[in-house]
């Protein structure tokens, strides 16, 4: 056994640097991953003794049932098989195993809760209510509009700057998650609502180029953009749970019920994995499997 939890330490120590340098994850999440895995490798020591290059998928789901005999939730599960599917594509990437033995374990099947999904009807009652008359209600706009129509996360909408903004190409420039960016097409109104905005855009105090802006010429926080919307769905009379994922969320489905492919809305929303993807829709297996299909190379 000593033999191969050298082997499982020293893999370990190079994943952790993969996961740091190359994938540029937070350290919460490096740690997380990290944990993840060395539960997962403890396992499968003291089941089978075996190096990771030998690990067979067997093992993987035996792993996952152990996880729910001692009372694992199924997304705790699904977590679990997600860290160990990232740990062999790493080992597939640098040619220490051919093939990874979790590829074709299946996911935990379980009833997630999703936020509710917006219609565009409701969308558009939304961002009606605000009042346009004041420079604040004109960026409100502004916002929630590139909210919805770019399918973005509150941190990166309040990190838009001047620069990000390709309207000549049709394009923002989005940094996500672990600072990768990527470009996001932007609809006419919003490129309409933000040159309304900007119009009226007080200069920032602080020199920053930023383009949301609170009226002291600062960045907007995360907070702020809850309240504004609350406000909205409130003065549009919409009754559903609603924070500025379920816009994202929307965003979202509505790409997948207008004939996008799952990869395309993957790359769209900047998400790591497809299978975060799939989760987060609330479309049924049978399309998600078809557009997955419809898109994969011959």
Request: hydrophobic share 40%; aromatic share 8%.
């Amino acid at each position: 056994m000593a033999e191969n939890t050298k082997k499982w330490n020293e893999v370990g120590r190079r994943y952790r640097i993969y996961l740091q340098l190359e994938k540029r994850l937070a350290q919460n999440t490096v740690e997380s991953y990290m944990r993840d895995l060395r539960q997962f490798a403890h396992f499968i020591l003291r089941r089978y003794d075996v190096a990771p290059a030998h690990v067979e998928p067997e093992m993987i789901q035996r792993y996952l049932d152990w996880l729910f005999e001692r009372g694992r939730e199924k997304s705790s599960q699904a977590r679990a098989l997600s860290g160990v599917r990232s740990f062999f594509a790493y080992l597939v990437l640098n040619d220490k195993v051919e093939s990874s033995p979790a590829e074709f374990i299946q996911m935990p099947k379980f009833g997630r809760h999703l936020p509710d999904v917006l219609t565009t009807e409701e969308i558009d009652r939304i961002i009606a209510s605000v009042d346009d008359s004041t420079p604040k209600g004109l960026r409100d706009r502004a916002m929630l509009e590139v909210l919805y129509s770019c399918g973005l996360r509150v941190s990166e909408l309040i990190s838009l700057r001047m620069q990000d903004l390709f309207f000549g190409e049709g394009y923002v420039r989005v940094v996500g998650k672990g600072d990768k960016q990527r470009l996001v097409p932007i609809s006419a109104t919003a490129r309409d609502r933000i040159q309304q905005y900007l119009e009226v855009r007080r200069s920032s105090r602080a020199g920053e180029e930023v383009l949301f802006l609170n009226n002291r010429g600062k960045q907007l926080t995360r907070v702020m953009v809850f309240t504004v919307l609350k406000q909205a769905v409130r003065q549009a009379g919409i009754e559903k749970s609603i924070s500025p994922h379920t816009f994202r969320h929307s965003f979202a489905t509505h790409l997948l019920e207008g004939g996008a492919s799952i990869r395309q809305v993957q790359e769209m929303l900047g998400h790591e994995s497809i299978l975060t993807t799939e989760i987060y829709t609330h479309l049924d297996s049978s399309h998600l499997r078809r557009t997955v299909e419809e898109h994969l190379p011959i």
